[in-house]
């Protein structure tokens, strides 16, 4: 039975996607204030 392996292989893949986004938010935030305080 190779779908689950695969299932919970997808939502650790998800989980990482989610956590990314997050931690993409937070980095660029400052860097985009820093931008629109420069122009």
Do not use: H, Y
Request: aromatic share 6%; proline share 5%.
């Amino acid at each position: 039975n190779w779908l689950e392996p695969q299932d919970r292989f997808e939502n650790a893949l998800g989980l990482t996607d989610k956590s990314m986004t997050k931690l993409r938010k937070i980095i660029t935030a400052p860097i985009i204030r820093r931008l629109k305080q420069a122009i």
